[in-house]
């Protein structure tokens, strides 16, 4: 059967988006397994960023200052320094990010579901994300603040949902000092590293986003009521008598073809449809992608 019968009161198009799959990283081992990065990226300081392995002191080829020149450019509009987000004023030159591997991402991360828990001598903060509502539908896609667990005013960083980054640059008290301070490094790890500021424990949600398109279509009662199997023909073409009287068939197979001709899915009817020429059929016919 061939439904070719669509008009604008016939489609129904929507987007599920929900939370797929949940990931921890815990250890520089998981996070190289991974692709799950967390460094620091200086303005003018020459160097490379260190290896998702950072506690091992082992650096990849990619230029800090080259690093911080991205993110500032790509995500916030500046070229020398990024605004923090904690009073929108503060120049900040330092910053602490974290990437996630986009094997991983699937669509991105899903929002509300992000836990970072960040500590150093004598410093330790929990983030939490909070999703900005007025991103939707934005050129950067959706994106978020970081908020401290504890004082929830205090916003130490900014979350870009779909590629899966985290720009720690702000806070206010130890929170801005420590997050912005070049002087130590920044670690995936499940304890404290000497000299280090370590994340010690991330969890998330990927994002799963399905485009969903539904039809709905009539075969009416003049419609699909002859087979077109040749055991059913005379020679000649034409039904045999015993067909013709009040012809019946059963759908078993939707067919949804592009206007030149093209079959481009394929549904089956179960249990399969009786169709007459008494009757007409309404079809509904979901396509997720």
Same mark, same amino acid.
């Given at each position: 059967m061939t439904l070719t019968r669509f008009g604008p009161q016939d489609i129904?198009?929507?987007? !599920?988006?929900?939370? =797929?799959?949940? +990931? /921890?990283f815990s250890s520089s081992a998981d996070a190289v397994a991974s692709a799950f990065w967390a460094f620091i990226a200086n303005s003018t300081t020459a160097?490379?960023? +260190?290896?998702?392995?950072?506690?091992s002191l082992s650096a990849s080829n990619v230029s800090s200052s080259a690093a911080f020149r991205h993110l500032a450019n790509y995500f916030f509009g500046t070229n020398t320094y990024i605004l923090d987000s904690?009073? =929108?004023?503060?120049?900040?030159?330092t910053v602490r990010c974290v990437q996630v #591997?986009?094997? !991983?991402?699937? %669509?991105?991360?899903?929002?509300s579901t992000v836990t970072a828990v960040i500590s150093a001598t004598n410093f330790c903060v929990t983030a939490y994300d909070?999703? =900005?509502?007025?991103s939707l539908g934005s050129a950067l896609g959706l994106t978020g603040s970081m908020v401290n667990k504890s004082e929830t005013a205090d916003k130490v960083g900014t979350i870009f949902y779909d590629h899966g980054v985290i720009v720690f640059h702000g806070g206010s008290g130890d929170s801005g000092t420590v997050l912005t301070n070049s002087a130590s490094g920044f670690g995936i790890s499940g304890g404290l590293a000497p000299l280090f500021v370590n994340l010690v424990d991330f969890r998330a949600q990927t994002r799963n986003v399905v485009k969903r398109t539904i039809y709905f279509t009539r075969a009416f009662n003049q419609d699909y009521n002859f087979t077109? =199997?040749?055991?059913?023909?005379?020679?000649?073409?034409?039904?045999?008598?015993? !067909?013709?009287?009040?012809?019946? /068939? +059963?759908?078993?197979?939707?067919?949804?073809?592009? %206007? %030149? #001709?093209n079959l481009l899915a394929v549904g089956k009817v179960n249990p399969a449809k009786r169709k007459d020429q008494y009757n007409e059929v309404l079809f509904k016919v979901q396509l997720d992608f």
């Open positions: 129904v198009s929507t987007k !599920l988006d929900t939370a =797929n799959t949940q +990931f /921890t160097g490379y960023l +260190f290896k998702p392995d950072t506690t904690y009073d =929108n004023t503060t120049q900040r030159t #591997g986009r094997p !991983l991402l699937d %669509e991105g991360i899903y929002p909070v999703q =900005n509502q007025a077109t =199997n040749p055991t059913g023909r005379l020679a000649d073409g034409s039904l045999i008598t015993s !067909l013709t009287a009040n012809p019946t /068939t +059963f759908v078993t197979t939707v067919g949804l073809y592009d %206007e %030149e #001709g």
